[in-house]
């Protein structure tokens, strides 16, 4: 049966015309008339038999079906562009390997290591993309995902990696002279890390407090977000030293007290099930785990 799919000319159109919430400079993004791109966004309102825009005095608005296809169609046209950029790259050869990974500890941590890998494996090319939060693999091309959290995602084999103890780390300028008491740190802003929303609330409990106010402050997705507001001034924050090396060495952050973060989470390497054939796959898996067990001795 043939597949029901409008042209990829007039996805683009619409995409860039969303993009801008203009035809001018849709037209202008992709070299093309402003009257083609009103044809093509034309043509795609018919296919749909629906109204993606709605014209207004001094040009035009995303209508609340617009806003929703635009969201999907952007996603996937960047995908398709990631894909066939791979393909071309590789000259149809599937050399490569797509992981999603947090962000912080793939920056800090895997990157600098990433060069040993080529160097076993020159062949196999990386390719990563941040990812916060659990998705269907079935959904994605990834090959596998480096996650912080728990190992059961359906349809996967996970690997425990190592993992994690955050302490909290402020400014020198705000504890001259650490370590600070728990109670003085729940006096001071603290950090909140909006993928770990109850941080600070195991970390007083595992001190024996009960803090007033513990989810209050200033809330930031990512370690790295976290290190540079702490750096700035603005808190307290629960990050793993071994992602703030450099800053800890510089003295750009210190540690306030050397309690760590009670968890039963940890780093894993998630593999969904019909990936665990592959034999590239597998060559990054035993490299990585070669790499955790030197950090967990210190080298």
């Known amino acids: 049966m043939r597949r029901k799919l409008p042209t990829t000319q007039s996805l683009q159109a619409f995409e860039r015309a969303a993009r801008h919430e203009s035809f001018t400079r849709a037209a202008e993004d992709l070299a093309l008339t402003q009257s083609a791109v009103c044809r093509q966004i034309a043509a795609l309102e018919e296919f749909l038999g629906v109204s993606l825009f709605r014209r207004i005095r001094r040009g035009v608005r995303l209508t609340e079906a617009g806003q929703a296809y635009s969201r999907k169609i952007a996603s996937r046209l960047d995908a398709l562009e990631r894909d066939t950029l791979a393909a071309m790259a590789h000259q149809g050869a599937a050399a490569s390997l797509e992981l999603a990974v947090v962000p912080t500890f793939a920056t800090r941590w895997l990157l600098p290591r990433l060069a040993g890998f080529r160097e076993r494996h020159p062949d196999i090319q990386v390719h990563l993309t941040t990812s916060t939060r659990p998705f269907l693999f079935e959904e994605t091309e990834f090959d596998a995902a480096i996650y912080f959290g728990e ?8 690997q425990l990696l190592m993992g ?35 941080a600070w609330r195991r970390w007083f409990e595992s001190c024996g407090l009960a803090v007033e106010g513990d989810l209050g402050g200033m809330r930031l997705e990512l370690f790295s977000m976290l290190a540079q507001a702490a750096i700035e001034g603005f808190g307290v924050a629960l990050i793993p030293p071994f992602l703030i090396r450099e800053e800890l060495a510089s003295r750009r952050l210190v540690i306030a007290h050397p309690q760590a973060l009670p968890t039963d989470r940890a ?3 998630i593999v969904p ?18 790499e955790c067990a030197r950090f967990g001795d210190g080298t």
């Open 164 to 198: 994690e103890d955050a302490v909290p780390v402020c400014s020198p300028g705000l504890v001259p002279s650490p370590p600070l008491a728990p109670g003085d740190i729940a006096r001071m802003p603290l950090l909140q890390q909006t993928t770990r929303p109850y």
């Open 267 to 269: 780093y894993y390497l």
């Open 151 to 158: 190992a059961g995602w359906p349809g996967t084999e996970a």
């Open 273 to 290: 099930e019909r990936k665990t054939g592959s034999l590239r796959l597998e060559a990054f898996r035993i490299w990585l785990l070669a």
